[in-house]
């Protein structure tokens, strides 16, 4: 019986399929529980081996669970959003649908080839329109929310209202927009519709509002901080700018505190939860006020050390503050400008990471200091961004590093108001018994002291008040792209309106092409059915929108235009773990039902990669609390458990051209040459490190850039370079799972994926490894079959076989438990070569041996479990129970020694006495024979150790 892995993996891959074996059930006796892994965008190029590491590892998981006893809900689904998509549209004309589509039935394919237990019943899809109606619905609850900082929970927006018309604002305390004017009930009475709609936007979780944002030109959209990296998009490497536009935002700094506080609650590791607490930034100090001299602006200034303000000296604002313009002076305008101009081509986390770079301008304008009522120079400098704190810092010099370089850059007079104190950076930044000069009422204080005096005169002269302050700014929610939900809404007289749910989804329109219009309106401005109908609740033409036919009629048809932004690639992922909790049979007119919602709550094992720590999985905890406080979920955090996969990475190849020249130089003939290193194929490599040179002339994709080259062997090859980077198309060191499973098989992939090392970690991939576990699966088989057949027996397990599987058992679930699945293949190795020196063909052990196996291996455990008899898929069995008396040892083989050399060993029980031992070896005949007649000068007996028999 030969192990043809190929018929095998197959056979069973149409069995699951056809008998739905992993479907989950939400009527279930079962303990629940639901593993998740983040799920893919659906790109053109596919999988590559380094994609599929996490979900081997959650399928384990699930796969044991199940043997355990649980009701498992393992989903899989599509982020099928998204800029690539788009960028091919843009290039082709190809929907992006059309494209989308396909690249779903490859990851599919390659998804059900690697034998994943999903319960594709109820895959999603972030592009499906009966999704996306659920997101349009989310983002209305939104807009119709605001945060009560009082009962520190979201409440409807009618509820804010309703006190309004009763007690006017005065007294509302909500997370809401700084520029707030304080009214009247009866006030609130005689505005305006478009009055009220303007002032509740000021409060609404979702708002429109005028934002500094990274514009990608090349990309034609607004890009979120995590979607840059060095300055310039993730997505194709194109600059970004910074400019201001109006945008949907989402107000999450409402929810900074409990976004702190929940982390304390859920099973992430210390790494990712700091992340999420440096990018929350939550800073305790004061809010000061300084007066502009000559204008009657202020600046607010947010400080942790209030107790320094003696030592400001000047004060920096981010080049984009609004106050800019209005306060520099006639002979500072051109420089300020320019600089401006300078600043906007860097993004807000390449200014963050610089701490090298000095550079400003001085607007020419000063503060008065609130205390001493001295001018202060008022700078503009790139180290502040706008979207922190207020966009202004004052800066002491004496007592802050970054102050300090920009003032003597700048030649910036720095007062000393420290008294005779180390103020070295290690000193100030321990804060201890810092003495503070040139103040009446701080001199003399620690600077606990001095902090609380200082916010206190602050107060007195109503220029500062104690604050605790957020790094966190709310998130931007637009994006001039095509290939994203729809808002849901349609505009009155400029102000936004939310189309019910029972007209939802509002579904993209067909456009011409997928870029900006020509006036650079979002591709949705090239849509011709794009109005609603408020009449019909029908999406209809643009030509029979009310501005469209006359913009000077006071008549309304009710007829207006729909929102030309789409929604950011986080809105559908934001979500999508409720949606699988619904059974694909039930999810019309609901986004997830209560009792589906209450029977799964949230997510118990999430798996993924950590670069979401300040995306989706910030944004996913946001919408949570949110669903929560409106009682449409009724968990607080998605995620109880979150592990960060590490990443399987390439080993790229090398080729090395001399400058300016065509000529191409083996990799031992390079030094002392200018050359320049390229990517090529791995494809054309040899295990040797040769290139085939004519396959890499011959490629069609780009072999004709090496159709001319001159390649300058050694030894009559040509040897590459070699190096260990992240597994990339653009890399060519991509190594594509097909080829993996068709010569080695699935679960030849997944043991040698698990077996690199931790899961945790980065490890480099070498398709050389995997003969390894391959051939391990091979004996395996040889293991219960043979040519003959199966050759599995009653027979009665011995001791040892005992010992073999209960050991496995133990190991196996330990490593499972605590995700330590490398270590389990190699005990998975040592089992089978101890069974096989054994000889065992006990079913009794062969069998659990198979259940153990088969989260890691399923293909082969499942044909070897239906050749053992069962009639049942192995993913029903029970996990096999781990008995410790199997370990312990009954008896103890002793070397026995005479002047300390071993000349045989003998058996004896663990609880034989010490004198029991030597009367026993005494009267054994190779003892004996040992002594020929004499007798020995002393025995020495170690219990459980050794016998050693002296003279």
């Known amino acids: 019986m030969r192990y043809d892995f190929n018929q095998i993996e197959k056979k069973w891959q149409d069995y699951w399929a056809k008998n739905q074996t992993f479907k989950a059930s939400n009527t279930s006796d079962k303990p629940k529980y639901y593993v998740l892994d983040m799920f893919p965008y659906p790109s053109g190029a596919g999988l590559h081996v380094g994609h599929p590491l996490g979900y081997i590892a959650s399928?384990?998981?699930?796969?044991?669970?199940?043997?355990?006893?649980?009701?498992?809900?393992?989903?899989?689904?599509y982020d099928s959003f998204g800029l690539p998509a788009e960028q091919y549209a843009i290039q082709t004309g190809q929907h992006p649908a059309v494209t989308t589509e396909a690249n779903i039935k490859t990851y599919r394919r390659q998804l059900d080839q690697i034998g994943f237990s999903f319960d594709w019943s109820r895959e999603v899809?972030?592009?499906?329109?009966?999704?996306?109606?659920?997101?349009?619905?989310?983002?209305?609850?939104?807009?119709?929310?605001?945060?009560?900082?009082?009962?520190?929970?979201?409440?409807?927006?009618?509820?804010?209202?309703?006190?309004?018309?009763?007690?006017?604002?005065?007294?509302?305390?909500?997370?809401?927009?700084?520029?707030?004017?304080?009214?009247?009930?009866?006030?609130?009475?005689?505005?305006?519709?478009?009055e009220k709609q303007e002032i509740l936007l000021k409060y609404r979780l979702t708002y429109l509002a005028e934002t500094e944002v990274n514009w990608c030109p090349a990309l034609g959209t607004v890009l979120a901080n995590d979607e840059i990296v060095n300055g310039v998009s993730e997505r194709g490497g194109h600059p970004v700018v910074r400019k201001k536009m109006t945008q949907w935002s989402m107000r999450i700094s409402a929810y900074a505190e409990r976004l702190l506080q929940g982390l304390d609650t859920i099973d992430w590791t210390d790494a990712l939860k700091d992340i999420q607490k440096n990018w929350i930034g939550k800073s305790v100090g004061a809010s000061v006020t300084f007066n502009v001299n000559g204008h009657e602006e202020v600046i607010d200034v947010f400080t942790t050390r209030p107790d320094t303000i003696y030592g400001v000296s000047f004060m920096t604002l981010a080049p984009e503050h609004e106050l800019v313009s209005q306060i520099t002076t006639e002979a500072q305008k051109a420089e300020v400008k320019a600089y401006i101009e300078k600043?906007?081509?860097?993004?807000?986390?390449?200014?963050?990471?610089?701490?090298?770079?000095?550079?400003?301008?001085?607007?020419?304008?000063?503060?008065?200091?609130?205390?001493s009522k001295e001018p202060i120079p008022i700078w503009i400098g790139d180290y502040v961004l706008a979207s922190y704190g207020t966009g202004a810092v004052m800066a002491v010099p004496c007592g802050d590093q970054r102050d300090y370089d920009f003032a003597k850059h700048f030649n910036i007079p720095i007062p000393n108001i420290f008294e005779g104190v180390d103020i070295s950076e290690e000193a100030y930044a321990s804060k201890d018994n810092v003495k503070i000069a040139n103040s009446d009422f701080l001199n003399g204080m620690n600077y606990k002291k001095a902090s609380k005096r200082a916010i206190y005169e602050l107060e007195q002269l109503g220029q500062g008040e104690g604050?605790?302050?957020?790094?966190?700014?709310?998130?931007?929610?637009?994006?001039?792209?095509?290939?994203?939900?729809?808002?849901?809404?349609?505009?009155?007289?400029?102000?936004?309106?939310?189309?019910?749910?029972?007209?939802?989804?509002?579904?993209?329109?067909?456009?011409?092409?997928?870029?900006?219009?020509?006036?650079?309106?979002?591709?949705?401005?090239?849509?011709d059915v794009w109005a609603w109908d408020t009449n019909t609740n029908k999406v209809v033409s643009n030509d029979l929108c009310h501005s469209a036919i006359d913009e000077e009629s006071t008549e309304d048809n009710g007829i207006y235009p729909l929102e030309l932004n789409t929604m950011p690639g986080w809105a559908g992922s934001s979500w999508y773990f409720f949606r699988y909790m619904e059974e694909a049979a039930n999810r019309d007119g609901v986004f997830a039902s209560e009792e589906a919602l209450k029977y799964w709550e949230n997510v118990d094992l999430y798996i993924g990669g950590s670069e979401h720590a300040t995306g989706h999985l910030l944004y996913s905890r946001f919408w949570v609390k949110l669903l929560k406080d409106r009682g449409f979920v009724n968990v607080e955090e998605p995620f109880k458990k979150l592990i960060n996969q590490g990443m399987i990475l390439g080993t790229s190849a090398f080729v090395y051209r001399e400058e300016n020249s065509n000529a191409y130089y083996s990799k031992g003939l390079i030094d002392g040459k200018d050359v320049l290193p390229l990517h090529v194929k791995v494809q054309y490599i040899n295990a040797s490190d040769e290139l085939d040179i004519e396959g890499l002339k011959s490629d069609g994709e780009f072999g004709e850039d090496f159709k001319e080259a001159e390649f300058i062997l050694e030894d009559g090859v040509y040897k590459v370079g070699r190096d260990v980077e992240k597994m990339s198309k653009s890399k060519y060191n991509v190594v594509n799972p097909d080829q993996i499973v068709e010569d080695y098989g699935a679960d030849s992939l997944r043991l040698y994926e698990m077996f690199l090392g931790p899961l945790e970690q980065y490890k480099p991939w070498n398709t050389a490894g995997i003969t390894g576990v391959h051939n391990f699966l091979k004996k395996l088989w040889k293991l219960y079959a043979d040519d003959n057949g199966l050759k599995v027996d009653d027979a009665e397990p011995t001791k040892d076989n005992l010992k073999t599987l209960h050991k496995t058992i133990k190991k196996v679930q330990e490593d499972i438990e605590n995700f330590s699945f490398n270590t389990s293949v190699s005990t998975f190795m040592i089992a089978v070569n101890e069974l096989t020196a054994q000889k065992c063909t006990s079913k009794a052990i062969l069998e659990p041996l198979l259940v153990l196996i088969s989260p890691y291996a399923p293909h082969i455990a499942e044909e070897l479990w239906?050749?053992?008899?069962?009639?049942?898929?192995?993913?029903?069995?029970?996990?096999?129970?781990?008995?410790?008396?199997?370990?312990?040892?009954?008896?103890?083989?002793?070397?026995?020694?005479?002047?300390?050399?071993?000349?045989?060993?003998?058996?004896?029980?663990m609880d034989m006495s010490k004198d029991d031992i030597e009367k026993t070896v005494m009267a054994h005949e190779k003892t004996i024979a040992q002594l020929d007649g004499r007798t020995p000068k002393k025995i020495i007996v170690v219990p459980g150790k050794i016998v050693n028999i002296v003279g």
């Not at 043997?67 to 393992?74: I, Q």
């Not at 909500?174 to 304080?182: H, L, P, R, S, V």
């Not at 026995?896 to 071993?902: A, E, P």
């Open 59 to 77: 399928d384990i998981y699930a796969r044991y669970k199940r043997h355990k006893g649980f009701n498992v809900l393992h989903p899989q689904g």
């Open 125 to 194: 899809r972030t592009s499906n329109p009966e999704y996306y109606k659920w997101t349009q619905w989310i983002f209305i609850q939104l807009f119709e929310s605001w945060y009560n900082n009082d009962a520190d929970k979201a409440e409807d927006i009618k509820t804010l209202v309703s006190k309004f018309e009763t007690e006017g604002n005065a007294t509302v305390n909500a997370a809401c927009d700084d520029d707030i004017e304080i009214f009247t009930a009866e006030e609130w009475k005689a505005f305006s519709d478009v």
């Open 343 to 371: 600043t906007a081509k860097r993004s807000e986390r390449d200014r963050m990471a610089d701490v090298k770079t000095i550079s400003g301008v001085f607007t020419g304008a000063y503060a008065e200091h609130p205390f």
């Open 467 to 527: 604050k605790t302050n957020y790094r966190l700014r709310d998130a931007v929610f637009s994006r001039q792209r095509y290939w994203g939900e729809p808002f849901p809404v349609y505009y009155v007289n400029g102000m936004p309106q939310m189309i019910d749910k029972a007209h939802l989804p509002i579904v993209l329109p067909e456009v011409e092409k997928y870029l900006p219009t020509e006036e650079g309106e979002p591709p949705l401005g090239r849509a």
């Open 866 to 909: 239906e050749q053992l008899g069962n009639n049942q898929s192995i993913s029903t069995a029970p996990f096999p129970i781990f008995d410790e008396s199997h370990l312990v040892e009954s008896s103890k083989n002793y070397p026995i020694s005479f002047n300390g050399k071993m000349r045989f060993t003998l058996e004896l029980p």
